[in-house]
């Protein structure tokens, strides 16, 4: 696809009115934005416009099979789109605005562009709480389809910088508002039947069962989300896992008692840790080392997520 794109020439635009304006009048023209949210950067475009959709897929170079989280600014706009039973209701009213998407039953009447949900008939729906979202949301008027703002298959983007390293030239624009706080991308779960964890994420499987009053199963004994290919994070070398000391030829990234050329967090903080992954990953696949190894991370809280990251990260082939 690569030899086919315009040749855009990305502008950054930091934050602000007259940047969120500019913005959405891109997306009202059925163009793609990139866009930073509490997770990470989401690449944006008008959700029912099947033609803006399809921009996206061209500019991440991803396969249409893989559906996009649909990005809404309140309720009553999620309720347009998928079937709210108690479940999905109760896991609103908690955790929205913020990181957790939902995969809901698609409405029949939901203005969605069919390349959105790649065909199938549930669609997964997320309120986001950054205000540059927000404001592109409401600026926009219109629901924004938003995978995260890098190549199929890298990794994902906490800062611009990452975006117009790896889409620079395949897309028009990057709203620039710093480092994203959260760093890893929104849990996903399907509430009902059952509810199911298809993506770990900073919203635990324990926060989710808690408030539904049931426990929820793991995407390892349900069907995954199809976009969880397991090697989705790769860095471009080989990375070891659970390390407590570099070895020949390797960047360490460190946590906690194990120090390394970097670290996701001297004082052993999952949060912190969270926030800084996919930024030590870029930096160490942009270091001169030939591999990569990381430092053990607990697997409770947000270290389910951490992990389960680094796994694909460490996955080849
Ligand atoms: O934090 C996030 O969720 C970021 C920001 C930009 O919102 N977005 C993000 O999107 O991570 P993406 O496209 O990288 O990951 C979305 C995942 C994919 O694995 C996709 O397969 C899954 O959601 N997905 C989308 N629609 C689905 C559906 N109807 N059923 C199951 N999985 C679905
Ligand atoms: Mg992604």
């Known amino acids: ?51 803006a959709v399809a ?44 990181p957790l998407t939902m995969v809901l039953p698609l409405r029949s009447d939901a203005a969605v562009a069919s390349l959105v949900t790649a065909g199938l008939s549930s669609v997964a729906i997320r309120m986001p709480s950054h205000r540059a979202m927000q404001a592109l949301l409401r600026e926009s008027g219109v629901p924004l389809a938003a995978p995260s703002a890098n190549a199929s298959g890298s990794i994902s983007p906490t800062r611009a910088e990452h975006v117009a390293k790896s889409l620079n030239g395949r897309i028009a624009l990057i709203l620039d508002d710093g480092p994203t706080p959260g760093g890893i991308e929104s849990t996903i779960v399907a509430p009902s039947p059952v509810p199911r964890l298809l993506r770990p994420g900073p919203i635990t499987a324990e926060e989710i069962g808690v408030l539904l009053n049931q426990p929820v199963g793991g995407a390892g004994d349900a069907i995954e989300a199809p976009g969880q290919l397991s090697s989705h994070y790769a860095p471009s070398k080989p990375v070891r896992l659970h390390a407590i000391d570099r070895r020949d030829g390797e960047w360490l990234i460190g946590y906690g008692d194990v120090a390394g050329d970097d670290t996701l967090s001297a004082a052993g903080d999952p949060v912190e840790a969270a926030s800084r992954l996919f930024d030590a990953l870029h930096r160490a696949d942009a270091a001169r080392a030939m591999a990569i190894a990381v430092a053990p991370i607990p697997e409770t809280g947000i270290g389910a997520a951490i992990n389960d990251r680094l796994r694909r990260a460490a996955h080849r082939g």
């Open 55 to 98: 921009g996206i897929y061209a500019a991440k170079g991803r396969p249409s099979f893989n559906p996009l989280i649909v990005h809404v600014p309140d309720l009553d706009a999620a309720r347009a789109i998928g079937v709210f039973d108690d479940a999905a209701q109760a896991l609103a009213e908690r955790f929205w605005p913020g």
């Open 1 to 51: 696809m690569t030899g086919t794109n315009p040749p855009f020439s990305t502008r950054i635009l930091r934050y602000g009115s007259a940047a969120v304006a500019e913005a959405a009048a891109v997306i009202r023209a059925g163009g793609c934005v990139a866009v930073p949210t509490e997770t990470v950067y989401g690449l944006a475009a008008d959700a029912t416009d099947s033609q």
